[in-house]
C-alpha cells in the first residue's frame, strides 16, 4: 500500500532530485537547440507535475512560463486529452492560447512517466519559437485583431504516440514558418529534453519507491501552500487600491486601464481587476492563463521567503477577472504582444501590495519586454529573421539603488551578445549601453535603461517591434520621481530620422539605415532630497547622472557635488 506521508527529510531530498530533474531538462535545451532566441536568450522553460499535472518543480527559468503551465495542462486534461488516453512515450503538444497557452510562439510538450505501468509524472517544457507564421516575421503583428493573423495554431494533440513521432504534423508545423530548420531543431530538443526528464523522475521512483514518490509530491505542494498562507497571515488585513495604464494597444492611442483591488483577509488574498479597460482590438490582450501567471510572480516575489514554487502556492489565492476584459480576453482575440500587458498586471500587483508592505516593495521597473523582429533574406533566397528582447531598468527600493539593464522577474531573460549576433546576421552595431539620467531620481535612484543601436547590412530588411514606455513612464514611490520614456529612431542612409510608434509592423528597411533602440529606466525610490551627497558623486562619476541632470532632479543642494 503507497505511503500517505514520508519523512520531511526525504521528503525535502526528493523535492530536491525533483528540482534536479527539471534544471536536466533546461540544460539538454539549451545545449542541443537551434535558435538564438532559446539558445542565447534562453526563452524556455522546463517542469515536472504530478500524476495529475500539478506542478511540484520547475528550473530556475521564465515565471510567466512556469505559473501557466499547469493551467495549460489541467485544460488539457479537462478539455483536449484525458489522462487515461495518455501512454508511455506519448508527447502531447500545442501552443493554444485559448487552451490554456501563453501565445502562438511559445509551443509546449508534456509526456507522462510511467514506472511499471503507472503513471507518476508528467514532464513539460515550453520554447519560445523564433516564427510561428503570421502576418510578421517573428510573429508580432502589430496590425493583427483576431488570433488567425498571428501564425499557425496548435490544439492539443499528439506529437508522438508510444515513442513514434507524428511526421505529419511535424512537417505540417515546419511549412507554415520562416525559418524551418530552427524550428524543427528547437522542437527536437524540446522532445530529448522530455526524454530526459522522463529518465530522471523514473530514477527518483525506482530509488524511493513510486509511493514515496507521490506522497513526497503531495507533501511538496501542501507545504508551499502552508509557507504562503503564513506569509500572508503575516500582513495586515484590508483593502488596497491602484490603477496602472499602458500607453496603448498599438491601433489606437487610447491607453489601456488596468484597474486593481486587492481585498486581504486572514490566511488568503483576493485580487479582482473589475473595472479595466474592455479587450482591445490590437495584439496585447491577455487570456487567464497569462493574467494568472503575472499576478502569482508578483505575489510571491513580494511575500518573498524562499517558498518552493509549485502549484500548491495558488491556493490561498483568488484572482477576479471580468470575461471580455484586456486581462481575459474572448476568442479570436490576438494575444502574442500579451506581455505589453502582462508586465504591467505585475506593477499593478506590486503597486497594490505596497499599501500592506511598506518599505518592502520597489518601484515600478522598466515592465516591458523589448521585442523585435528584423527580417532578411539571404542571397540563396532563404529568409532570416534576427529576433531580440531587450530589457531596461529596475525601480529603486528602500534598501538601495534599482538595477540597470537587467532581466528578471516576469521573464529572466538574458543577453544574445553583440557579436554572436553580427556573425548570424546581416547588423553592425554601432551603440550599446546605459543611457545617463535615464533612472528615477529618488533618495535610492531607479536603475538606468539602455541604448541598442544597429545598421542594416542586407540589402532591404523589413522591422517589427512589440514595445512600450512611449508615454506612460515607470512610477516612482514614497516621493520617487518616474523613470524615463522609451523610443525607437529610424536615421535613414541618406541622414533623415524618422521616429517609430512603439508597436509597429513591416517598417521597411534599407542598407546603411540606422536603428536606435532606448529604453526605460526604472522609478525612483524616496525624496530626491535625501539622496546622500556621496551617491550623487559616485553617479556623475560613473556617468550613470549628468551635472545638468543632477541640478535638474536633485535641486540645489546639490550643487557642489554635481
Known amino acids: 500500500m503507497a505511503p500517505t506521508s514520508i519523512d520531511p527529510v526525504r521528503q525535502e531530498v526528493i523535492r530536491n532530485a525533483l528540482v534536479t530533474a527539471a534544471e536536466e531538462m533546461s540544460l539538454t535545451i539549451w545545449r542541443t537547440s537551434r535558435s538564438t532566441v532559446v539558445r542565447e536568450i534562453l526563452d524556455f522553460s522546463t517542469a515536472v507535475f504530478d500524476a495529475e499535472g500539478r506542478n511540484v518543480a520547475q528550473s530556475a527559468r521564465i515565471p510567466v512560463h512556469l505559473n501557466s503551465m499547469s493551467d495549460c495542462l489541467r485544460h488539457i486534461l479537462e478539455h483536449a486529452i484525458p489522462l487515461e488516453r495518455w501512454e508511455d512515450g506519448d508527447v502531447v503538444v500545442t501552443n493554444d492560447p485559448y487552451s490554456g497557452g501563453q501565445h502562438l510562439p511559445d509551443i509546449q510538450t508534456f509526456r507522462p512517466v510511467f514506472v511499471d505501468g503507472q503513471r507518476v509524472a508528467i514532464v513539460g517544457t515550453l520554447c519560445h ?11 508580432y503583428y502589430a496590425g493583427a485583431t483576431e488570433i488567425f493573423q498571428e501564425g499557425i495554431r496548435i ?3 499528439f506529437l508522438a504516440r508510444k515513442g ?22 528547437d522542437l527536437q530538443a524540446q522532445i530529448a529534453a522530455l526524454g530526459v526528464g522522463a529518465r530522471a523522475v523514473s530514477r527518483i521512483a525506482a530509488k524511493y519507491g513510486t509511493g514515496s514518490l507521490g506522497a513526497a509530491m503531495a507533501q511538496i505542494q501542501a507545504g508551499s501552500e502552508r509557507m504562503v498562507r503564513t506569509a500572508l497571515a503575516a500582513l495586515p488585513d484590508g483593502e488596497s487600491r491602484f490603477e ?11 491607453p489601456i486601464r488596468l484597474c486593481l483591488r486587492v481585498v486581504k483577509r486572514g490566511d488568503g488574498i483576493t485580487l479582482d481587476f473589475t473595472g479595466s479597460s474592455p479587450q482591445v482590438p490590437g495584439p496585447v490582450n491577455n487570456t487567464p492563463a497569462m493574467t494568472c501567471s503575472a499576478v502569482y510572480y508578483a505575489l510571491l516575489a513580494a511575500l518573498g521567503g524562499d517558498i518552493p514554487a509549485n502549484s500548491g502556492c495558488y ?5 477576479v477577472l471580468p470575461e471580455g476584459s484586456v486581462v481575459n480576453a474572448r476568442f479570436p482575440a490576438p494575444v502574442a504582444g500579451r506581455m505589453v500587458v502582462n508586465h504591467r498586471i505585475a506593477t499593478a500587483v506590486f503597486g497594490a501590495l505596497a499599501h500592506f508592505m511598506p518599505g518592502r516593495i520597489p518601484a515600478a521597473y522598466y515592465a516591458i519586454s523589448y521585442v523585435y523582429a528584423l527580417s532578411t533574406q539571404k542571397p540563396d533566397g532563404k529568409r532570416q529573421v534576427y529576433f531580440d528582447i531587450e530589457v531596461g531598468g529596475w525601480g529603486g527600493h528602500a534598501g ?3 538595477a540597470s539593464a537587467l532581466s528578471c522577474g516576469l521573464h529572466n531573460n538574458t543577453n544574445a551578445p553583440i557579436e554572436m549576433v553580427e556573425t548570424r546576421y546581416p547588423v553592425t552595431f554601432t551603440r550599446y549601453g546605459l543611457i545617463p539620467d535615464s533612472g528615477g531620481a529618488g533618495t535610492h535612484r531607479g536603475g538606468l535603461g539602455l541604448v541598442r543601436e544597429w545598421r542594416l547590412e542586407a540589402e532591404t530588411g523589413s522591422l517589427s517591434t512589440n514595445f512600450e514606455r512611449f508615454r506612460i513612464p515607470p512610477y516612482g514611490l514614497e516621493g520617487g520621481q518616474p523613470g524615463s520614456l522609451s523610443r525607437t529612431t529610424v536615421r535613414r542612409a ?16 534599407r ?3 540606422v536603428v536606435t533602440i532606448e529604453t526605460s529606466g526604472g522609478g525612483g525610490h524616496g525624496d530626491p532630497a535625501d539622496r546622500p551627497a556621496e551617491a550623487l558623486a559616485a553617479d556623475l562619476a560613473e556617468g550613470f547622472v549628468t551635472p545638468e541632470g543632477a541640478r535638474r532632479d536633485y535641486g540645489t543642494q546639490k550643487e557642489q557635488a554635481a
Open 129 to 139: 519559437h523564433v516564427d510561428v507564421g503570421g502576418g510578421a516575421a517573428g510573429s
Open 155 to 157: 490544439p492539443p494533440l
Open 164 to 185: 513514434v513521432l507524428n511526421d505529419g504534423v511535424f512537417e505540417m508545423l515546419l511549412h507554415n514558418v520562416r525559418q524551418p530548420d530552427e524550428t524543427r531543431g
Open 244 to 254: 496602472e495604464l499602458v500607453d496603448d494597444d498599438g491601433q489606437s492611442d487610447t
Open 315 to 319: 491556493g490561498p489565492i483568488s484572482v
Open 400 to 402: 538601495g539603488d534599482g
Open 494 to 509: 541618406d541622414g533623415a530620422a524618422e521616429s517609430l510608434r512603439s508597436k509597429v509592423s513591416g517598417i521597411a528597411l
Open 511 to 513: 542598407k546603411g539605415d
